[in-house]
């Protein structure tokens, strides 16, 4: 009984003494040196002539060691009075980066730190930033960096100056990337859609050699997308790992489990019961044409933007897409796509982080929907789409959040810029000559998201320099803006019997007609000097002179491959066109590039290709079409004849032609020795005919179909992709030139 009224009695007391605490009339602060008395009061929001009890000191310690100011503080009341003693953080009067000389990695450093110039020094801070110069330094590839602090302290001033002191030591370099597991794919295809790269000495200006965390992230994703895209609907990277190497390089591995391919089975779309399903009848067919075909991301993709563009144009703002996928036996899959409308919202207000060079209105601009807009998620991810295809963001971050009311959402964007600049170096050696050439590209100039490109080509006759200046949504439109100033020499006496130089600018705009449509219309004009041999005949020789001609050209490009590179299905038309607005021979140019690819069968990767080219040049006031203006045969279209030396010749000169037509066959071939994976073996069929000649009806032009067919091979080697061909002529004139062999060696770095 004694016991249980001791332990109430002590209960009760530490209540009360929590309870009811000390009246303060009074305030003193000991110890601090920069801060004032009144400041101190306010941060710890104390008052007079208040009671205090524990938990009211406790708050005020907290409210006090919030603000970073103080390394210790002690609290005590004694006669109504608060005695705060302290011992205040010293500022970081500043902060010092030695061992690196790049001066925007060193600017990046001290933008990465949490401690700033005159901001409170915290220990613990500090050595986490140590851990943050380390993570960022890696990004860079200096995985093998040493970092000191050190600190010179100024006691009167309670200050202090913070010096880092980095060896960077050497970059590591990836010596090579190799792939485990259940790939299906060989490891040659796999490295060329990952964006690290394997160290190689022409290789020493770009940043892919070097090992990158962010990068080898992205690497992940681009191989999942791979093969998702070539039916392997259950690919799991199970993991990338690097393994370290004797001299400062390392191994990158990455683990993949492939999985088996996989097949559309059943695909639906569910519509809400108020949508008209006439509007929709487009997207079923599409849908039905799916059944048996093998598994892809890019075709699920394809089929939800011809939803959004339904939805868009029938006004469905507010409505959500669900895709649900159901695997069936036999690696097949049941795929329903359900239309839902959803609650409305609308976009209060737009905020953009992390920009430090590039203009707030270049990402901006990219929004297709706009602050006081209804909130569409297929607009949403479109825009998106649209700052990541500027290609100067390394990370954007999207987040969206419930603004002042639950109808309102507040979308942040956050992003992390990437170096924009590229210097590029290359030589080629082939049969047909040596080429060398040198750019120099920037694709945020003034961080407007305006591109840059100079570049120089120098062959064994013809000299190149250009200028392209392209500057993305001009004016506020979704319209590219480019202008390009360009000088080519051609000295071609020898063979076809002319020379020429040309100067030339031009000035137009691309821009997205419909839904994979390009439309580009440009204005250019040129200074042409053109000399003839001293045996051209005297329909040539009349040419000689010089020209001043200003053309409208305009092109159509209408692309639906499944991707850009390493393309498996799909086709791409492209239509130009050179219109003459002032021109002595006024000379029209039509072209005309249908290309369509297709795995040739569903358990291959065997790959065809079909390509129709044809080209016309005529004069709209009956003149003869300028001989520096005739068409030649695409080296590329037709292999086993020399470039250029096919159709009309005057004179012993190859005078080219006023029509050209060339149709292309070839499919690629399983690897025949997969011991040997950097080879790769194609077949093809080439076919081609130029004719036309309208200053001399003594020439022979006609028609004649020229062919061939062969064997293709690709070589990786050390110092640059090596192409050969084989080719057996089928069909050709006897004055026709043949090459049955031909190679190329070159690199671009």
Not at 60 to 79: P, R, V
Not at 101 to 123: H, M, T
Request: no cysteine; proline share 2%; aromatic share 12%.
């Amino acid at each position: 009984m004694l016991k249980n009224l001791l332990k109430i009695t002590f209960l009760l007391f530490l209540f009360l003494s929590n309870s009811f605490g000390d009246v303060v009339n009074s305030v003193d602060v000991l110890g601090n040196k920069r801060l004032s008395k009144e400041s101190i009061m306010m941060f710890g929001k104390i008052n007079i002539n208040k009671d205090y009890t524990n938990d009211d000191l406790n708050l005020i310690l907290k409210d006090l060691y919030s603000t970073d100011f103080f390394k210790q503080i002690d609290l005590s009341i004694k006669d109504k009075k608060l005695l705060i003693k302290v011992l205040e953080n010293p500022i970081i009067e500043d902060i010092e980066i030695n061992g690196v000389k790049n001066k925007p990695l060193q600017e990046s450093l001290l933008a990465v730190l949490s401690l700033k110039n005159r901001k409170p020094y915290i220990e613990l801070t500090q050595k986490n930033d140590i851990i943050l110069i380390k993570n960022f330094i890696k990004k860079s590839g200096y995985y093998f960096s040493d970092i000191k602090v050190s600190l010179v302290n100024n006691d009167t001033q309670n200050s202090v100056k913070l010096i880092y002191d980095i060896v960077l030591g050497e970059r590591a370099k990836i010596r090579n990337i190799s792939f485990i597991g259940d790939k299906k794919i060989k490891d040659k295809k796999l490295r060329n859609i990952i964006t690290s790269e394997e160290s190689q000495f022409w290789k020493f200006i770009s940043n892919k050699i070097y090992l990158d965390p962010g990068r080898i992230d992205l690497d992940k994703r681009l191989l999942k997308s791979y093969y998702k895209n070539n039916g392997y609907y259950s690919v799991v990277i199970e993991d990338s790992f690097v393994e370290f190497q004797d001299d400062k390089s390392f191994k990158l591995v990455f683990k993949i489990n492939a999985g088996e391919k996989f097949r559309f089975n059943k695909v639906d779309l569910i519509l809400p019961g108020d949508f008209d399903k006439k509007h929709f009848v487009k997207i079923n067919k599409k849908l039905s044409t799916l059944k048996d075909k093998t598994y892809s991301l890019n075709r699920i993709d394809k089929i939800l933007k011809e939803i959004d563009k339904i939805a868009l144009l029938r006004k469905y703002e507010f409505i959500n897409a669900d895709l649900s996928e159901v695997v069936e036996n036999n690696n097949k899959l049941n795929i329903s796509i359900t239309i839902n409308e959803s609650e409305k919202f609308y976009v209060e207000k737009i905020n953009i982080f992390g920009n430090q060079y590039t203009l707030e209105e270049v990402i901006r601009n990219s929004f297709i929907v706009d602050e006081g807009d209804p909130f569409n998620e297929l607009l949403f991810n479109k825009s998106i789409n649209n700052i990541k295809s500027k290609n100067i963001f390394k990370i954007v971050e999207p987040t969206i959040k419930t603004g002042s009311t639950t109808n309102f959402k507040i979308i942040d964007i956050r992003v992390e810029e990437k170096p924009t600049g590229e210097i590029s170096l290359g030589a080629g050696v082939g049969t047909s000559g040596t080429t060398a050439a040198f750019g120099v590209k920037e694709n945020n100039f003034l961080g407007k998201g305006i591109n840059l490109d100079t570049n120089l080509q120098v062959s064994a006759s013809t000299i190149t320099g250009q200028f392209v200046y392209s500057r993305p949504n001009f004016n506020y439109t979704d319209n590219t803006l480019y202008t390009s100033l360009a000088s080519t020499k051609t000295d071609s006496l020898k063979d076809f019997g002319y020379k020429t130089s040309n100067t030339g600018f031009s000035i137009g705009t691309t821009f997205e007609q419909y839904e994979n449509l390009y439309f580009s219309p440009e204005i250019a004009t040129a200074y042409e000097k053109l000399e003839t041999s001293s045996t051209a005949s005297k329909f040539l020789k009349k040419q000689e002179g010089s020209y001043t001609d200003i053309y409208f050209n305009h092109s159509l490009n209408y692309d639906l491959r499944n991707q850009r590179y390493q393309t498996t299905e799909g086709f791409r038309n492209v239509f130009q066109q050179d219109i003459p607005l002032v021109s002595e021979n006024m000379e029209i140019i039509n072209s005309f590039q249908s290309t369509f690819y297709r795995k040739l069968f569903l358990s291959s990767d065997m790959i065809g290709r079909a390509t129709f080219y044809a080209k016309m040049a005529n004069s709209l006031n009956n003149s003869d079409v300028r001989i520096s203006k005739r068409l030649y045969v695409p080296e590329n279209k037709l292999r086993g004849f020399e470039s250029g030396k096919i159709g009309p010749i005057d004179n012993k000169d190859f005078i080219g032609g006023n029509y050209v037509s060339t149709i292309n066959l070839s499919s690629s071939l399983p690897q025949l020795l997969p011991s040997l994976e950097f080879l790769d073996f194609s077949i093809f069929y080439d076919a081609a005919n130029i004719w036309g000649v309208d200053y001399d009806s003594s020439i022979d032009d006609s028609s004649a179909v020229r062919s061939s067919t062969g064997l293709a091979l690709d070589v990786l080697t050390p110092i640059g992709p090596l192409n050969f061909s084989f080719s057996k002529v089928i069909t050709k004139k006897s004055t026709d030139k043949t090459q049955s062999f031909r190679f190329n060696l070159g690199t671009t770095f």
